[in-house]
């Protein structure tokens, strides 16, 4: 339901000549808050709901299996050490990816940024490059690098650096022009301008560009690892399924949907840190 | 040290902005640039200062800056230009950190800064923290900080509200009362350039050209007596004179823009 301004009814027609009235009210709505505790409520009742209707056999537990059963494999993924067998090798894949794409991205996105002649040839590879779903590369990628990490490797870092040049790019351009005009008034130096101006000016968007880019990152490894790995979360899922054992297959689901929660935290972090003046 | 409006000639493309401006700042002057909207009064600012390249003439400095002046012409801006992620002694000490100043002189000149703008217990606060006049506060506090020669005050008090504006207005005249600093100081605001300048360049609607140059005719002290009010304002009225009718042609060409 839209969070929206309550419109009174109007007032009696008797009274209106004489009769002093309030000004309605009419600044209410359109501006939404969350409640603290609210979307944990919501999250437990659909949880709850869930149990109960595996509990009552309201669902075939083959498709659907119960929260508690999810559990329960997650905590025998855990104890068996196969658990952090997989999520272990999907970190280093996500997590070396993730910093070769964002490095590059940064340097070609600060490049972009502040010279005319990379901005004329990088924004035009970046567009041509940028729509294609980096996954569909995978089997080139292979071809090229062999079948080992590195093509999963190589996936993720494509998909991460070119979010991250853009985002980086854009942040950079987004630098209030008239803080430049007044570093460069006080004669201050093109590397001071960029390490104390342009950097802290565009880091809003470069740590915004870190949300999308982690994202990407986990999903580009969950279908690399479904293309050709043996071990990681993705390999895990999938075997699962072909398996047909859907608690296995959730409780896969459910340590991404925690990882991509961590990051989103750890990001969060970050930005409260580095970015506390705004 | 002066400096030198020779010649400037300026287009954007098509546009031509500024026509062969030519006036010269003495050492120590307040000179008020003003002029209908448009008339590229800031563009002019910009060239004096170094930040854009005329299209023809040039700005030059006469004679040497006084000794120890870290940035001999430096800008005060309309928009402040704080560095959101600095505190205010940050942003003092920011035009200052690559200069050959030791860490110790550098901190002595941003508290002397601060505390020539009564700034002093502020210096831990961040920009957004503060009010527009205590802003601008920090960039006059940043164009001191680097013991400059002339001041080039863009427009500098157009963003506040009127006491704020008078109260800055204060700070200024105070500031500049001794002679030893000089300003180009722009603005479409004639009450603060009559009792700013020692003398106005008027520029003409676009493409500006000097059209007058008006000496004021009491010194700085005569400016902040009562008694002067009126000559004050005779000389604003003298100054809307000058501009009125240019000033209404400018808003015309901006409507049919």
Not at chain 2, 114 to 122: G, K, Q, V, Y
Not at chain 2, 183 to 210: C, F, K, M, Q
Request: aromatic share 6%; glycine share 10%.
């Amino acid at each position: 339901m839209l969070d929206r301004a309550e419109i009174p009814d109007a007032s009696p027609q008797a009274d209106l000549e004489t009769a002093p009235r309030p000004v309605s009210f009419r600044g209410g709505g359109f501006t939404p808050r969350a409640g603290r505790y609210s979307g944990w409520i919501a999250l437990a009742l659909v949880i709850g709901l869930w149990q109960l209707a595996g509990s009552a056999g309201w669902v075939n537990p083959l498709f659907l299996p119960a929260p508690s059963a999810i559990a329960v494999a997650i905590y025998k993924l855990a104890v068996s050490g196969a658990l952090w067998h997989h999520l272990s090798v999907s970190i280093m894949r996500i997590g070396t990816g993730w910093i070769l794409g964002t490095v590059a991205g940064v340097i070609v996105g600060f490049s972009i940024g502040l010279s005319s002649l990379a901005r004329g040839v990088g924004i035009t590879f970046i567009s041509a490059l940028f729509p294609i779903p980096k996954i569909a590369l995978l089997p080139l990628l292979i071809l090229w690098l062999g079948i080992g990490e590195e093509p999963k490797i190589a996936t993720i870092a494509l998909g991460v650096f070119f979010s991250t040049a853009i985002s980086v790019y854009s942040g950079v351009d987004n630098v209030p022009r008239n803080l430049i005009r007044m570093a460069q008034s006080f004669n201050v130096p093109f590397h001071s301008i960029v390490r104390r101006v342009i950097w802290p000016g565009a880091l809003p968007s470069i740590l915004a560009g870190f949300r999308i880019t982690a994202s990407v990152a986990l999903l580009l490894v969950v279908s690399a690892e479904m293309i050709g790995a043996e071990y990681g979360i993705g390999a895990f899922v999938l075997q699962a399924g072909n398996l047909m054992q859907t608690d296995q297959l959730l409780a896969g689901v459910v340590i991404l949907s925690l990882f991509g929660l961590a990051v989103g935290r750890l990001i969060n972090l970050l930005e409260t840190r580095l970015l506390h003046w705004r | 040290m002066d400096l030198i409006a020779d010649h400037i000639s300026h287009r954007f493309g098509a546009l031509e902005v500024l026509d062969r401006v030519s006036f010269t700042v003495g050492s120590g002057e307040v000179v008020a640039i003003v002029g209908p909207s448009g008339c590229g009064k800031s563009t002019l600012l910009s060239i004096l200062g170094g930040l854009l390249q005329p299209s023809a003439g040039a700005a030059e400095l006469r004679g040497a800056p006084p000794p120890g002046s870290l940035n001999p012409l430096t800008f005060v801006f309309q928009d402040f230009a704080l560095l959101p992620w600095c505190t205010v002694a940050e942003n003092v000490e920011f035009p200052l950190l690559h200069t050959c100043l030791s860490v110790g002189e550098r901190r002595a000149a941003v508290d002397d800064a601060l505390r020539r703008t009564s700034l002093a217990d502020f210096r831990g606060t961040y920009p957004k923290q503060l009010s527009g006049g205590m802003r601008q506060r920090v960039g006059i506090a940043r164009a001191l900080a680097v013991r400059p020669a002339i001041l080039l005050m863009d427009e500098p008090l157009s963003a506040l509200d009127s006491q704020t504006r008078e109260l800055l207005m204060e700070d200024f005249i105070r500031l500049l009362a001794d002679g030893t600093l000089g300003a180009v100081y722009v603005t479409h605001n004639l009450e603060e350039a009559v009792r700013l300048a020692d003398r106005i360049v008027v520029l003409s609607r676009r493409p500006g050209r000097v059209r007058e140059v008006v000496a004021i005719p009491l010194t700085r002290t005569e400016r902040g007596d009562i008694h002067a009010r009126e000559k004050l304002l005779a000389l604003q009225s003298e100054l809307w004179s000058l501009i009125r009718e240019e000033a209404v042609e400018a808003e015309r060409e901006v409507q049919h823009a």
